[in-house]
């Protein structure tokens, strides 16, 4: 089983790099669907990746048609602040790869999209009087790691011995 996030026209590209860094850390797949709003050679982008984006497994698509045809019949989750249903009532465990699509941070998904998969759609709950969103990289990483915690965390260390351990002095 992987865990697979989807940025649909990504156009920050420090909000990119930021959730690759959470996916080289939670050995989840980035996917890319263009147009991108920005190059890969951008230099924001590879600074918010810092280091990792050599243990980032990511895969480019063309564009939505393209990407869903690679999806084939996989589980696909839209996240969005207009579900009724919260991403923690949904059960990530069964045992094939989870997808996580997130539109792009100006507009989100097209609306077609999900009304087409109103089923399939998340919501992060927030309070909507105050603001308008939340951070694409954030919610990512909220998602990914509740995945992760109902999936007891494989292949991740729950604990680690550092050389020079701050707790353990």
Avoid at 13 to 26: E, K, M, V
Avoid at 48 to 53: E, F, N, R, T, V
Wanted: net charge negative; charged share 25%.
């Amino acid at each position: 089983m992987t865990n697979n996030i989807v940025l649909f026209e990504p156009q920050i590209p420090a909000n990119t790099g930021n959730i690759a860094r959470t996916c080289a850390a939670t050995n989840t797949t980035l996917h890319l669907i263009e147009p991108l709003g920005f190059s890969t050679d951008d230099k924001h982008l590879k600074r918010a990746g810092l280091d990792y984006w050599n243990d980032v497994n990511i895969v480019n698509h063309k564009n939505l048609e393209a990407f869903l045809e690679y999806l084939g019949e996989k589980p696909l989750y839209l996240i969005t602040k207009f579900a009724d249903r919260i991403y923690s009532e949904a059960d990530f465990t069964k045992d094939e790869d989870i997808f996580f699509i997130f539109g792009k941070e100006t507009t989100g998904l097209p609306e077609a999209f999900m009304q087409e998969r109103a089923q399939d759609c998340l919501r992060i709950p927030m309070n909507d009087e105050h603001v308008r969103s939340l951070n694409l990289s954030n919610t990512a990483c909220m998602i990914v790691y509740e995945a992760l915690r109902q999936q007891g965390f494989p292949n991740l260390e729950l604990s680690h011995n550092y050389e020079n351990d701050k707790l353990k002095g």
